[in-house]
């Protein structure tokens, strides 16, 4: 085949493109291997299968015992060397750290501490789009995507006003080395950047929780640091490993919805009119069929435990697979007339935040209140808004993010 999912020209491909390739994948009986080249120190030549399809995706979400989220997630796969320094992130973990980790953080989005969330959230999209308003339309995503999770997580850990910029610089920092580089010399340019901005990061946040150890608040930090009922708590290297994790998955996948989502609405004018016409009624199936239509996240690395079979596929122990999300989002079996944005859709099996199992995405209903209360606040206030152009795509094969998107309103 003339698809090669392992090579950085593929994601290089329009949208468009890209969807017809995995179209034509899931068609076939197995899933397809894809070599890697060997790059030291960034790739370890591997290579893996490709898990296109809805329900090989799911199986393999629901068994985390056999396909194992360790060494790590990502492709590639980071060097050993980097959690000694860094520490080691729980989407990279399986039972029973990654259920310990899971116990303590999981209080962080209980519904009640969404709830205390919403006045804030609701406040900074009125501040948000006030600002547009008055500095008049630019780009949808610096005005407007990528301002509001950031703040909404710097108010969730209370960190203070005079360190916020350093975060806001990190996620930027971050977006882009979850880009395809052109290069060797680039990638370890953006490596070294990325680390020296993390290790900054991670420093400044272990001092606060150390602080809020000792002084407890009503923030998250103090919630992570001071012990739950069975007298578990973050330690300070687990502490930082989470916040470099809540910048990046807490991050994406609003912003990045949220940028694609108004591109959406302008291009499918028939459903942006009946969201408008009984917004309480649809918003909810909105933010869920633009989840599955962008799939923010577009794929995740898992490691075959034990020999098994999947779909006629013979894996071997110590075997990559890749999960796809956008394909199986797309999934013709499960989503018919796939490619339609649709927001009355049943979008319950939808992978955009993850697929059922151990690693759904814990941050999925924040994503969605915030995704929420800003397009009610765009909609109401600005109901001419609309998206000019086509959007600037970071050229990725990990993350769906928009650099850039000229709007009107």
Not at 361 to 375: D, I, K, P, S, T
Request: with cysteine; charged share 25%; glycine share 6%.
């Amino acid at each position: 085949m003339d698809i090669d999912l392992a090579d950085l020209d593929f994601w290089r491909k329009p949208l468009k493109e890209r969807h017809e390739a995995f179209a034509r994948l899931r068609e076939l009986d197995r899933p397809v291997f894809f070599p890697e080249k060997k790059v030291p120190f960034l790739r370890s030549g591997k290579g893996f299968h490709a898990l296109v399809r809805h329900a090989d995706v799911v199986e393999a979400s629901r068994n985390a015992k056999v396909f194992s989220s360790e060494p790590a997630v990502t492709s590639p796969e980071p060097p050993g060397w980097v959690k000694q320094v860094f520490g080691e992130s729980m989407v990279n973990m399986d039972d029973p750290r990654h259920a310990r980790l899971r116990r303590i953080v999981t209080r962080s989005f209980s519904p009640r501490m969404l709830a205390g969330l919403q006045a804030g959230i609701e406040a900074a999209c009125a501040r948000i789009v006030g600002d547009a308003v008055k500095d008049g339309p630019r780009d949808f995503v610096s005005q407007i995507a990528a301002r509001l999770p950031i703040h909404v997580i710097c108010d969730m850990l209370d960190i203070p006003d005079e360190l916020r910029a350093k975060v806001h610089q990190h996620a930027d920092v971050s977006t882009a080395y979850t880009g395809v580089r052109p290069s060797l010399a680039r990638s370890v340019q953006l490596a070294g950047q990325n680390m020296l901005a993390l290790l900054a990061l991670q420093r400044m946040v272990i001092k606060l929780g150390q602080e809020r150890a000792a002084d407890p608040r009503g923030d998250l930090i103090s919630l992570l640091v001071t012990a739950n009922p069975d007298g578990e708590k973050l330690t300070d290297r687990e502490l930082g490993s989470f916040f470099a994790l809540l910048l990046v998955a807490g991050n994406e996948t609003a912003r990045n919805t949220m940028a694609h989502g108004i591109k959406l609405l302008t291009d499918n004018p028939a459903q942006r009119e009946l969201l408008m016409s009984d917004f309480d009624a649809h918003i909810g199936g909105a933010v869920e069929e633009m989840v599955r239509h962008v799939s923010p996240i577009m794929q995740f690395r898992r490691t075959v435990t034990e020999d098994c079979m999947l779909r006629d596929l013979e894996l071997k122990k110590g075997d990559k697979v890749v999960l796809f999300y956008g394909s199986a989002n797309r999934d013709e079996s499960v989503f018919p007339d796939a490619d339609r944005f649709d927001i009355t859709r049943d979008t319950k099996p939808h992978v955009g935040f993850g697929g059922p199992g151990p690693h759904f995405c814990l941050g999925a209903n924040l994503a969605r209140q915030e995704m929420r209360a800003m397009f009610r606040e765009l909609l109401t206030r600005l109901p001419e808004i609309r998206s000019v152009g086509e959007p600037e795509l970071l050229v990725s094969n990990f993350d769906n993010s928009v650099r850039s998107q000229a709007f009107t309103f």
